[in-house]
């Protein structure tokens, strides 16, 4: 299947400060990339679907001043979780889609916790 | 909630029994994912099925699909140690193409 790279793997930062989490398709154009956020012993919760070139569309409840994607190429998304508080700590993964692909592509998470 | 739901929450079986898990969801669908995630890592995709199948194998995976109940059942059979995980279902809907994960079921299989 095809491959989906994200990192950091895991990141610590003081509060306060932004932490910026990359996604990139390595063997494919990802058109589609969605972001996801896992809290303990939780399912995976979608923050926002960005598409290559155009603003991300976020879902409701999901601070988008707060969590800022780009989608600037067609093999790289990033997310950046700016001004981050410890409640912010959370497992972040992303996944990538193709144009006409029926799957999506999952990175390997991004364990963010701040203190 | 954005999620569909499953059952059961949690599941602990012996080593060699088989695992039964269910999922409900609540929008007409493209496809149904499965999904398994070993404790803090990412996740590993196990099986897609489209919304015109109604049964899929893989291995010692067993997926069904009922689109007029809208749900779906995942049978691990003869099932091991190291298939102590969290299972989750994914559904991706065709109103656009989100892929939206349901609850999870948390399986252990005592050896």
């Known amino acids: 299947g095809a491959v989906v790279s994200q990192h950091p793997s895991w990141v610590i930062c003081k509060s306060g400060t932004s932490v910026k989490i990359e996604c990139r398709s390595l063997d494919f154009q990802a058109t589609t990339m969605f972001w996801y956020r896992q809290f303990p012993k939780q399912s995976l919760m979608l923050m926002a679907t960005s598409n290559e070139g155009s603003k991300a569309t976020y879902e409701q409840g999901v601070e988008k001043d707060k969590f800022l994607i780009n989608h600037a190429s067609l093999t790289l998304s990033t997310l950046t979780v700016t001004s981050a508080h410890p409640e912010d700590s959370s497992f972040y993964i992303c996944s990538a889609s193709n144009r006409g692909g029926t799957e999506a592509f999952f990175g390997q998470g991004t364990r963010l916790t701040v203190v | 909630s954005q999620q569909g739901e499953e059952d059961p929450q949690a599941l602990s079986i012996q080593e060699g029994e088989n695992a039964t898990m269910n999922c409900s969801y609540k929008t007409s669908i493209n496809n149904l994912q499965w999904y398994r995630q070993n404790s803090g890592r990412g996740l590993v995709h196990l099986i897609l099925?489209?919304?015109?199948?109604r049964e899929k194998h893989s291995g010692r995976l067993r997926v069904t699909l009922d689109t007029s109940k809208k749900s779906s059942s995942l049978l691990i059979t003869a099932s091991r140690a190291a298939d102590t995980a969290s299972y989750f279902c994914a559904t991706e809907g065709t109103g656009g193409f989100k892929t939206i994960f349901g609850a999870g079921t948390r399986l252990f299989v005592k050896a």
């Open positions: 099925i489209r919304s015109n199948e």
